[in-house]
């Protein structure tokens, strides 16, 4: 999402989103680069918004307990200073608290979803060990090595973290960013959609 309030409010309208009924489960990342973090900070606050932690969040985290000389202050940072001081240890507070991955229970099944990507291959076995901690938030091996296995203990899994032209599967991991700050373009997919296209297109003998 990376700040991109509007287009994400834009995208909810245009699949029919129903807060009332409906729930949005976010792969991370939703601050810095656009113009609206603030705003997207906010959507914690909603009792239909669900996330997990992206590596920006983590490098805010970071940054705060680093200190004013961290880089991250002069560059992806530069929107803090909306902020006050309280305002900013509260939100940093609040993004300490995010999972780093989620395990969605769905009918006949389980989705895994994490910022970046997969770690081992056993989502139940690895998601929660120390290692998998920076692999979640930071990894790009998947998409680049494109592994040969599924991961096991889910159906399949949801990521962010690197931008695509187009969403991708590589086995049963789905990547969706599709670089919103940049293309104007934000991937919202409904999980029954994606679980008849993951039996129709991805799940081979």
Same mark, same amino acid.
Request: with cysteine; proline share 4%.
């Given at each position: 999402?990376?700040? %991109? ?5 834009? /995208?909810?309208?245009? *699949? ?10 976010? *792969?991370?990342? !939703? ?14 606050? /909603?009792?239909?918004?669900?996330? *997990? ?7 805010? =985290? ?7 000389e961290h880089s991250f202050w002069k560059s992806y940072g530069k929107w803090t200073k909306k902020l006050s001081k309280s305002e900013l240890a509260d939100w940093v507070k609040r993004? /300490?608290?995010?999972? !780093?991955? !989620? ?13 970046? /990507? ?13 290692e998998s901690i920076n692999v979640m938030l930071w990894g790009r091996r998947i998409l680049r090595n494109k592994p040969d296995f599924r991961v096991k203990g889910v159906d399949f ?30 991937? =919202?997919?409904? =999980? ?9 297109? %991805?799940?081979?003998?």
């Amino acid at each position: 999402m990376h700040g %991109c309030y509007k287009l994400l409010k834009k /995208e909810l309208r245009n *699949v029919g989103f129903n807060p009332k009924k409906d729930r949005l489960f976010s *792969v991370g990342d !939703i601050i810095d680069r656009g113009p609206d973090s603030v705003k997207c900070l906010k959507l914690l606050d /909603e009792t239909w918004f669900h996330m *997990v932690r992206g590596n920006h969040e983590q490098m805010l =985290i970071e940054a705060y307990r680093m200190g004013p000389e961290h880089s991250f202050w002069k560059s992806y940072g530069k929107w803090t200073k909306k902020l006050s001081k309280s305002e900013l240890a509260d939100w940093v507070k609040r993004l /300490e608290d995010l999972p !780093i991955a !989620i395990t969605l229970a769905v009918k006949n099944g389980a989705v895994g979803i994490c910022h970046a /990507e997969t770690h081992g291959r056993n989502w139940r076995k690895s998601r929660d060990k120390f290692e998998s901690i920076n692999v979640m938030l930071w990894g790009r091996r998947i998409l680049r090595n494109k592994p040969d296995f599924r991961v096991k203990g889910v159906d399949f899994t949801l990521h962010g973290h690197t931008p695509l032209r187009q969403p991708q599967w590589v086995k049963n991991r789905y990547f969706m960013d599709t670089g919103a700050c940049i293309s104007n373009t934000l991937t =919202i997919v409904k =999980i029954k959609d994606l679980q008849k296209e993951y039996k129709q297109r %991805c799940k081979t003998p």
